[in-house]
Nanobody, 126 residues
Framework: QRQPVESGGGSVQAGGSLRLTCATSDIPDSRKYVAWFRQVPGKDFEGVATIYTGGGSTRYADSVLGRFTISQDNDKDAVYLQMNRLKPEDTAKYYC???????????????????WGPGTQVTVSS
């Protein structure tokens, strides 16, 4: 089973955009939860957005609602995080994580996810 791998991070000025890509695991016909988390050194992981690949339902953190969009391409085993109107406080290392089962009220909780990518750095300058 392939582990998730992130790409697309980089440096951008405030107000700009980036799109992150998660190459997800290649379990055939899998329906899974794929989430984006971020972490600033010395702070806890923050759940940013989650998508259920079986139907496309999504959840977002309040801090990114209206600016970030999570989407999927099942043919490519990929999940994307489109990040618009970036702010300096969005600076963090972003991680993609997967789980087959997530509790109803816990889509953005780190403890629910089993497989993690190595992360990609996003830096937003003011």
């Amino acid at each position: 089973q392939r582990q998730p791998v992130e790409s697309g991070g980089g440096s951008v000025q405030a107000g700009g955009s980036l799109r992150l890509t998660c190459a997800t695991s290649d379990i055939p016909d899998s329906r899974k939860y794929v989430a984006w988390f971020r972490q600033v050194p010395g702070k806890d992981f923050e759940g940013v957005a989650t998508i259920y690949t079986g139907g496309g339902s999504t959840r977002y953190a309040d801090s990114v609602l209206g600016r970030f969009t999570i989407s999927q391409d099942n043919d490519k085993d990929a999940v994307y995080l489109q990040m618009n109107r970036l702010k300096p406080e969005d600076t963090a290392k972003y991680y993609c994580a997967e789980a087959l089962v997530v509790r109803y009220d816990s889509w953005l909780k780190k403890e629910e996810y089993d497989d993690w990518g190595p992360g990609t750095q996003v830096t937003v300058s003011s």
